[in-house]
Structure formats: C-alpha cells, structure tokens
C-alpha cells in the first residue's frame, strides 16, 4: 500500500473498472474520483466511478455501481462498499486498513505526503517583486509569505520550483527614489536648500520622504564626497542620477534581502528590469511576436465610460493580445517611443520560457487582477510549440490593527509598519501562519494582539501547542525512535477518536497534492487547524477516561500503539509546518 491511502484505493477502483468493462476509454478513467464523502456518516471514501463510465460502456449507473461495489468489497482493505445515489459507491475501510497509515507515516517521517503530481516539471514561482522604492511593508508580506509557502507546497508535490524575484528597477519610480536619495545626500552635505525648496525644484517634487533613506545619503557621501553635488549644490542630474540610482537600488535591494531574510524568505534568483531591458529581451521578444504577424501599428478604440475630449487617438505599436484571450490589444510603445511596462513584462516572460520554465506561477497584489489577461495572453503567444502554463494568485490588502484600532500605513510618507516591525512585534512565525489563515484572495484583519494570544482561537498556538503536546508525551516517554515505534501492534488504537485522528493523518497526501494544484496553500493551515483539534480532542478525553491516556505503565502495547499514534501525529504536524516555513516548537513557554 502507498503512503496515500486515497491513491491506493482509486488505483484499485480503476483496476476493478478495467476488468469490469474492458476497452474502457483511459480518459474517462482519467477523471475518476476517489474522495472523502460529504456527509462522513456515509464511510470514509466515495467514488463517482460509476456515474462516469456507465455511458460509455451503455449500462445504468446504478447497475455499474452495484457490480462495482461487490468486487470493491472483496479486497481485505475494504469493509463495506455500498452504491449510493445515481451511481456513487461510498467505502469504509477496515479499521486494520485505517490503523495501518501510522506506520506509514512513521517510516516516511516528515517526506510523508511527498507526491509526484509535478512529475519534475520546471516551475518558476514569481513573488514579492516590489519596487525597491523602499523598506518591506505589511501589504509586501502577504504576498512574500503566500509566495513562498506556495513554493515549498509545489516543491513537495513533485514539481521542479525556482524562486525568483523580478526586480521593478526601471520606472519613474525608482527615479523619484533617486531624487530622494540625492536630497539625503545634499543634506549630508550640509546644503542649505529646505526639503519644501528642493521638492519645488525637481519634477514630479520629492515623492519619498522616509527616514530610511538617511543612511543611504550619508553612504553616497562617504563613497563620493562632494564629487555629485560641489559644495552641496545640487549638479546636473545628468551628471549623478545613474550613479545614485544603482546606489540607491543595491542598498535597498540589501534592505530588502535582510527583511525577506527575517521572515525566513529567500529567493533563488534575482532578475532586474533593467539589465533585461539593457540586454534587449523585450526588443528581441516583440521582433519575434513581430515576425508572426502578431505586433501591428494601430488606433484603439477609447476605453469604456471616457468623454471624447479624454481621449487621444494616435497610433500606436499593438500586440493582438485579443487572438489569446484578451478583450483588448495592447500597447507595446509609449508615445516617447519608449517601451510600455507591459513590453518589459513580456521581456521578462520571454527571458522565463527561454530557461526552460514548463509552469510560471506568479503572485500579485489584487489591485493587479486586470493586468492577468494581458499576461495570460502574452505568455500563450510566447510559448509558440512548447505550451507553458501560466497562473496568478491574487493576495488582498492586509488591515493591520492594534487594540482594536486600525495601524495606518503610507509608503510614501515613511510612516508605514514595516515587515521588521511585525516581526518584531509578534514573532516571525506568527506573522507566517496568520498570513496563511485566509484565502490569499479574501481581504485580511491581521490583530497584532489576537495573534499573540494562547487560546484555542488563535489557530498559531493551537497547531504550535498540539506538536508541544505531542513532544512532551514523546520526552516523558523516553523519546523512542520512529522506527521502533513503526513496529508496534495498533490493535489497541481502537477508539472513535483515535480512528478519527488517524483519518485525518491519511489525508495528508491527499491535502498536500489538492493544494498544489489548486495553487492554494492555506489549505495547508486548514489542515493542521483540524489535526490539532483531533488530537486535542483525544488528548481531553484521556484526562477523563483514563484507559485512553498516553502512557500507562500496566499496558505497555496498548502505550507503545498510541506513543505511535502521538509520533506519527507530530510528524505530520512538522511535515506542514515546513510547508508553511514555522517552526515548530518542542514546547510552550
């Protein structure tokens, strides 16, 4: 038997339709489920298998369900299999089939839900990639954690994953930071201008006003003395602005590795906008889109609900994004004759296809959510004879507040909470679970004060409090090795609550392998929120039944059955916590 139980069974299903119906279609076996039942009451699995191939092999539904189920029911794993509804057939397992995954997670340790659903296909998984326009914020943290625990959940379902971060080093705005950074320089300097006189005096004004720029100033000094600016007087930008700004962007890009750094983030590649412009990708890229006809000159019509006074038409360079989905061509020139952002990004996509990539799975913030067909369509037109797959998961804002009040953040004005302040505040662990509490896509209330709590409503304590649990009773135990545990009889493991939590272990393939593919990991911290609540359930009802504690000495199987059960519970446990990037604790304090 695999270490997933639920694989194990769907591959005997189809073995029992193959021989049931033979010359069936392997697509249509391709789409058979195997799966927990809605109503648990009904057994622990059920499978649409009948309802799928009764059409093609021109039989009733209920009939290929009752064959079905009475081969089913002959395998030793399998208790009752019973057909349900128009064509389902829902399974309980033998209970020595139940009790037999705990040796099974025992022996994977924490590799138990390894899957291969990747099957070692390349995936570069695109997040954070602020603008290097500043410190991490709370609003870059989402993103950052859902990032990288999406990583870890691919990598440990087979897929082949690069982290990477793209660096928005070529905009207006990383110029507006190199203004800003040049004002802290003259103020290094000594320059008697005034912040108000210098903002009036540079286009666009002074957009960045934080404190953290201080000691890049301070560092242009040191490095250059007064060569950018004689006698702090502001020169011709023509003469220092590259200069600063290269400056500027590897301090903040370090600021930004050591804050990625503090929430256990690190990336494997570091790709900038810049050198890929300076490198020609997007040129190369829309030749390329160009000579296949999909890049033309042309008007777009205006954009819906704009007056005709707000609108210029001119012609422009257009990618017929339209042939791949998208509701509008786009832009691909600026009318300075410059590239748009989109034909960067394209570049960038062109540079990701070129190495290899089969899967590329970005993270945005959702204020982006409009920017995704473009991409979608992009990538299609880039891919050409090798299809690569394209996904984007969209995080919402996150709302931080502190005793009930709202903590308000603004980039510009340096005011905001950093991503070191959170940490600081609450732990690098709680930042990283709480993130994964909620559906990247749902907005979030992250409560300084709540998640710092030791209740059962802080999902954080509760998961990190059921391991400490699990590891005291291991220590006072002796600490016994998984593999001695692996061989103890689990007849003892007899209870409802204690099949119930072994269930919920079995399922942790299965959960790892839907999460992956649903690109959603906070599946994962769902997951474990219900393990710690099994086993906290089992761990009350042994203070009150005491044949159903831990450790009794005037049993000794019926101790080494449940030590299993505890080890096996705190390897999984361990097992999502890596996924998630927390750190589980031996206990708590």
Not at 400 to 413: C, D, E, L
Request: proline share 5%; net charge negative.
């Amino acid at each position: 038997m695999t270490d997933d139980i639920f694989r194990t069974i769907r591959e005997a299903v189809v073995a029992e339709l193959r021989a049931l119906i033979p010359g069936l279609d392997e697509a249509v076996l391709a789409r058979v489920l195997v799966e927990p039942p809605r109503d648990p009451t009904h057994g622990d699995m059920a499978t649409n298998a009948a309802l799928l191939v009764a059409k093609p092999a021109r039989m009733a539904p209920q009939k290929v369900a009752q064959d079905l189920a009475a081969r089913l029911v002959a395998r030793e794993d399998i208790a009752e299999a019973a057909p349900a509804g128009p064509g389902f057939v829902n399974l309980r397992l033998t209970e020595s089939a139940i009790r037999a995954q705990v040796p099974a997670v025992l022996r994977a340790g924490e590799a138990f839900g390894n899957g291969a659903t990747g099957g070692r296909r390349r995936a570069n998984v695109e997040y954070v990639s602020a603008n290097p326009t500043g410190p991490m914020h709370v609003g870059h943290c989402r993103g950052a954690v859902v990032g990288d625990a999406l990583a870890n959940l691919l990598e440990k379902a087979g897929w082949d994953v690069t982290k990477e971060y793209y660096i928005n080093d070529a905009g207006a705005q990383v110029q507006a930071l190199a203004w800003a950074a040049y004002w802290r320089y003259l103020q290094a300097l000594g320059t008697p201008m005034t912040e108000e006189e210098f903002s009036a005096a540079i286009p666009g004004g002074l957009q960045y006003r934080g404190e953290y720029l201080v000691p890049v100033g301070h560092a242009l000094q040191q490095a250059h003395g007064d060569a950018l600016a004689p006698g702090g007087v502001p020169a011709d930008s023509s003469l220092w602005l590259d200069t600063v700004r290269g400056f500027t962007v590897a301090a903040m890009m370090d600021e930004i590795r050591e804050d990625l750094a503090a929430l256990g983030v690190t990336h494997d590649v570091f790709i900038s906008e810049a050198s890929l412009v300076r490198s020609g990708e997007a040129d190369k890229a829309i030749a390329a889109l160009t000579a296949r006809g999909l890049v033309y000159e042309g008007v777009l019509e205006p954009p819906k609900g704009k007056l005709p006074d707000d609108w210029e038409a001119r012609e422009q360079t257009l990618f017929r994004s339209t042939e791949f989905g998208d509701d509008v061509d786009r832009p691909l020139r600026k009318s300075d004759g410059s590239n748009t952002y989109f034909a960067n990004d394209i570049g960038n996509h062109a540079d990701k296809i070129a190495r290899g990539f089969d899967e590329l799975v970005q993270v945005w913030g959702a204020d982006h959510g409009g920017y995704v067909p473009r991409m979608k369509a992009a990538v299609a037109a880039l891919s050409g004879d090798r299809p690569v797959s394209f996904d984007v998961v969209l995080t919402q804002i996150v709302k931080v507040v502190k005793g009930g009040q709202p903590v308000r953040m603004s980039k510009r004005a340096g005011t905001y909470v950093t991503l070191r302040d959170l940490i600081e505040e609450v732990g690098r662990d709680a930042v990283r679970f709480t993130m994964l509490t909620r559906k990247a896509d749902a907005q979030m209330e992250f409560d300084l004060d709540a998640v710092v709590q030791q209740s059962r409503d802080n999902p954080v304590f509760y998961v990190q409090y059921a391991h400490a649990r699990c590891r005291s009773v291991l220590r006072q135990a002796g600490d016994p090795t998984a593999a001695d545990l692996a061989g103890a009889p689990l007849e003892a493991l007899d209870d409802p609550t204690e099949l119930a939590l072994i269930r919920r272990l079995s399922a942790w393939p299965r959960t790892v392998e839907g999460a992956a593919l649903a690109r959603e990991p906070h599946r994962i911290a769902f997951f474990l929120h219900d393990l710690a609540a099994d086993f906290h359930l089992l761990w009350n009802k042994g203070r009150e039944d005491t044949t159903l504690r831990f450790i009794r000495e005037d049993e000794p199987e019926a101790t080494r059955a449940r030590l299993a059960l505890v080890a096996a519970t705190a390897t999984v446990i361990r097992s999502g916590l890596a996924v998630m990037g927390v750190t589980p604790v031996e206990e708590m304090r």
